[in-house]
């Protein structure tokens, strides 16, 4: 059984080095003593070294699935160039400029020098490696082809997290329409509406509809903001709760969501290519199909998916085409199906797989540019039609009076 790893922390020193010129500099190490003989087989007499505080604000960067991708092809590109893992481990660390994944990637080098298997490290760290990135290590391991799958999953990680960013990003563009239409009302509503009542009360006429209607609204915002605000951030509040703590609510979102237009379709076309890239993945490491869908079962990102493949995956099992399967449940696009059967019948799954990925995910780029276009006018319009509700409701007394004289 490995000894158990010591955490590594981080160490500030000073000394001299052997032209006896004072020097300083900061180190990581599991302790004061191991820390001063590394100073000493470096030429440094240590005067002073001690643990280097903690800042009271912030600290190490977090660690990004895009820190762990470039991690992951980084070892890769060693491991491929005949770098010894371990030294793989020191050549990457050192080059980062994160001391979370620094460290992170330290430990891990710790763990493997001392007996443990590359995927067994990987597993201790379970919040930035899930059980699909461990099993693909593993299999890799097993197979004495390391580095190839290192970059099988290097490329995975980049297209998956591509593909958040772009789905991430459609989803922005309309909340951030709405969010500024509504400030930019509340604060017409708060602030200019009340110039202009003051300004009509002395016009001893009966004002529009339409203004008495906005003079309205003003005076509730103006007694009520706080409260709206305080709706607003409670609803927020509740809705991302009650999603996190019931599976039933959250199911029932990804399940509406999906009928949403625009922003719908493309997380619909992002599900089916995230089931082609980890369904492609884990497939060509030599994963059995049976247990790839169980993976691919939570990376789609979407329950109306992920029971969708869980049904294939039990179809499958018995004995039923994977292609079948998919085409009964409903939910993947024909074009998706036939790639599928193309693949199962040529005996090349894996390539198609990876061809409907790379299809859909074009798809949704094309998509996310297309709102993004889409949208830059449409936030004029919602803001032309409110504002300019405004203040045409704010001069219907004026023009009325110009009338009469």
Not at 61 to 70: G, L, R
Not at 86 to 113: T, Y
Not at 152 to 170: D, F, G, N, Q, S
């Amino acid at each position: 059984m490995a000894a158990k790893t010591q955490k590594l922390s981080a160490f500030v020193w000073e000394g001299k080095d052997r032209k006896g010129n004072k020097t300083k500099g900061e180190i990581s190490g599991s302790n004061l003593a191991l820390v001063k003989a590394q100073l000493r087989k470096q030429g440094i007499i240590p005067a002073k070294v001690k643990r280097k505080p903690k800042p009271l604000f912030g600290g190490s960067k977090k660690i990004t699935p895009f820190d762990i991708a470039m991690f992951t092809r980084q070892l890769a590109t060693m491991m491929k160039a005949g770098v010894p893992l371990v030294q793989s481990f020191d050549i990457v660390a050192d080059g980062l400029e994160n001391k979370g994944l620094q460290e992170l990637i330290l430990a891990i080098r710790n763990d493997v020098s001392a007996g443990t298997s590359f995927a067994g490290s990987l597993k201790r760290h379970p919040k930035y490696f899930d059980d699909l990135y461990c099993n693909l290590v593993e299999s890799g391991e097993k197979a004495g082809a390391l580095e190839q799958m290192l970059e099988r999953i290097a490329t995975y990680l980049e297209k998956t997290e591509i593909l958040k960013k772009k789905v991430k990003k459609a989803m922005t563009y309309p909340i951030a329409v709405i969010v500024v239409a509504i400030v930019v009302t509340a604060i017409l509503l708060v602030k200019v509406v009340p110039q202009f009542e003051s300004l009509f009360a002395g016009f001893g006429a009966d004002l529009p509809v339409f203004t008495q209607f906005i003079i309205g609204i003003s005076e509730w915002m103006q007694k009520w903001w706080f409260m709206v605000l305080l709706g607003i951030v409670g609803s927020i509040f509740l809705f991302k709760e009650a999603k996190r703590k019931s599976a039933k609510f959250s199911d029932l979102v990804d399940k509406y969501v999906l009928k949403l237009p625009i922003v719908g379709e493309i997380l619909d076309k992002s599900a089916v290519a995230k089931f082609g890239r980890v369904l492609s993945t884990t497939f060509a490491s030599g994963v059995p199909l049976v247990d790839a869908l169980e993976s691919v079962a939570g990376a789609t990102g979407n329950a109306v998916y992920r029971d969708a493949v869980l049904q294939i995956k039990n179809d499958v099992s018995s004995g039923t085409q994977l292609q079948a399967s998919m085409r009964q449940t409903g939910v993947f696009p024909v074009m998706a199906v036939q790639l599928t059967a193309i693949g199962e019948e040529s005996g090349n799954l894996d390539d198609m797989l990876a061809r409907v990925a790379e299809h859909y995910e074009a798809v949704v780029d094309d998509m996310v540019d297309n709102l993004t276009a889409l949208m830059e006018p449409m936030i004029m319009v919602v803001l032309g039609v409110l504002v300019g509700g405004l203040i045409i409701g704010m001069y219907l007394p004026i023009f009325q009076m110009g009338q009469v004289v």
